[in-house]
Nanobody
Framework: QVQLVESGGGLVQAGGSLRLSCAAS????????MGWYRQAPGKQRELVAT???????DYVDSVKGRFTISRDNAKNTIYLQMNSLKPEDTAVYYC?????????WGQGTQVTVSS
C-alpha cells in the first residue's frame, strides 16, 4: 500500500508559477508509474503528466512546454512544476501511483488561477 500526500497548491495570477509536491510513504523507484491528474468543477478527472520508473515522461498536450514532472527517489517525492499558468488550469490536482495494477491517490490540492 502507498500513501500519497500532495502540497503546493494555491491561488496564483495568470502567467504565474506553482510547484506541486507529492510525498509517498514508500520507496518510489520501484513504482512503475507515477503521475499527476486534475479535475475541474463539472469535468472528468484528466491525466496531466506521467513519469515511469525508467524515466519516460509524457504530458497532456494542453500543458506541454509549460509543466514539468520530475521525481526525487531519495526523497520518495515527485513534483509538478507549473509555469505560465492559465485560468483553465484551475482544478484539484491529484497525485497517482500505479503499483501492481492498483491505483493509489492522494487527497488532492487545489490550484486556482485568476485572470
Amino acid at each position: 500500500q502507498v500513501q500519497l500526500v500532495e502540497s503546493g497548491g494555491g491561488l496564483v495570477q495568470a502567467g504565474g508559477s506553482l510547484r506541486l509536491s507529492c510525498a509517498a510513504s514508500r520507496i518510489i523507484f520501484r513504482i512503475k508509474a507515477m503521475g499527476w491528474y486534475r479535475q475541474a468543477p463539472g469535468k472528468q478527472r484528466e491525466l496531466v503528466a506521467t513519469i515511469l520508473s525508467g524515466g519516460t515522461i509524457d504530458y497532456v498536450d494542453s500543458v506541454k512546454g509549460r509543466f514539468t514532472i520530475s521525481r526525487d527517489n531519495a526523497k520518495n517525492t515527485i513534483y509538478l512544476q507549473m509555469n505560465s499558468l492559465k485560468p483553465e488550469d484551475t482544478a484539484v490536482y491529484y497525485c497517482n501511483a500505479h503499483v501492481v495494477n492498483v491505483d493509489y491517490w492522494g487527497q488532492g490540492t487545489q490550484v486556482t488561477v485568476s485572470s
